[in-house]
């Protein structure tokens, strides 16, 4: 008797978990950063995340349905780019063409950087040798000599 | 560094470049489906006559799958009666044309086939997973998928009689 009971209540306990443990807890916050990486079809220039769109509505739907099948964040967006292309992706792929879009930036700045490195230093030796090769009046020495000749004299 | 001064300008050239390639581009081109050439998605769903339609046991022959709305206005409402006259056309010469019916109400779409006639299956895809899985844009979309199961041809927006019939004689003529 008390085993029967015992077991029932192991039923009763397991028809109430058992759902709940089926449907894995999907973190709300995942489906979102999916989303918000994902161009919403029928829109312009939102994310899924941010579309109120049927459609919209419909991709989260599709998310969070394969998260919770056990899916990771990276195979859902993958689903959805095999479908629709790097279009669906807000951001462009950090590979082929599209990583140009990620480098050049960075190369142009570094370019820059370099090229205003090598004008600074070449004006400031510019200046420098302007400022040593040209002490202005060059008084050479017969000159100096009267020039202090006649100061010591107290004038002509 | 002044010797090399006539090399400025030239720095326009890569974005000349880049313009020139933007006002070449097509702006309103369809971008290009990755599902060309792939093995269509397959889909069991309930049709509105009652009897469930899959991909799957169509095999063997020509299939265009039609994505269609009853809101979608004007362009389902043009390509309509090329779909039912395919239908009967083709029917008989082993191509199966269905339509799926997207983010749309139960009465609507049935009076919307009412109104043309559609005697090919036609179901709703509730939730939209059918659409995702032919990376469906909008309606309406048309996919011709050939008899190994492959999707060979999409098109978007409302289909001509001629390029829909094109399409079915290319991959009718190919060797099952």
């Known amino acids: 008797m008390r085993r029967a009971a015992a077991s029932l209540a192991l039923v009763i306990v397991l028809g109430v978990l058992g759902p709940g443990l089926a449907a894995a807890p999907v973190d709300e916050q995942t489906v979102h950063a999916i989303a918000a990486n994902l161009r919403c079809v029928v829109c312009q220039s939102l994310s899924v995340a941010d579309s109120p769109s049927e459609t919209a509505r419909q991709m989260r739907d599709i998310i969070r349905e394969r998260l919770a099948a056990g899916e990771t964040p990276e195979q859902v967006t993958a689903y959805f780019v095999a479908r629709y292309g790097d279009w669906i992706l807000l951001a462009p792929p950090r590979r082929g063409f599209t990583l140009l879009v990620w480098v050049v930036p960075f190369v142009g700045l570094a370019l820059g950087l370099v090229l205003v490195a090598v004008a600074v230093r070449r004006w400031s030796r510019v200046a420098a040798g302007r400022a040593a090769a040209a002490p202005p009046s060059e008084v050479d020495a017969a000159t100096r000599e009267r020039i202090r000749r006649e100061m010591a004299e107290g004038g002509p | ?176």
């Open chain 2, 1 to 176: 560094m002044s010797r090399l001064r006539w090399l400025i300008p030239l720095a326009v050239l890569p974005v000349l470049g880049l313009l020139a390639y933007g006002f070449w581009t097509d702006p309103k081109g369809e971008v290009k489906s990755p599902l060309i050439g792939r093995p269509a998605a397959p889909f069991t769903l309930p049709t509105f006559a009652g009897t469930p339609v899959a991909l799957e046991g169509l095999r063997g022959r020509v299939v265009v799958v039609n994505f269609w709305a009853s809101w979608c206005v004007p362009a389902c409402y043009e390509e309509a009666p090329v779909l039912q006259q395919a239908w009967r056309d083709y029917e008989k010469r082993g191509v199966t044309l269905v339509g799926i019916n997207v983010q749309d109400k139960d009465e609507a779409a049935r009076q919307f086939m009412e109104q043309f006639g559609f005697t090919f299956p036609n179901a709703m895809d509730v939730g939209g997973k059918v659409a995702v899985d032919y990376g469906v844009y909008g309606v309406p979309e048309t996919f011709f998928i050939d008899r190994k199961g492959r999707i060979r041809e999409r098109k978007v927006g409302a289909i001509t009689d001629e390029v829909f019939r094109g399409h079915l004689e290319r991959l009718l003529a190919e060797p099952a």
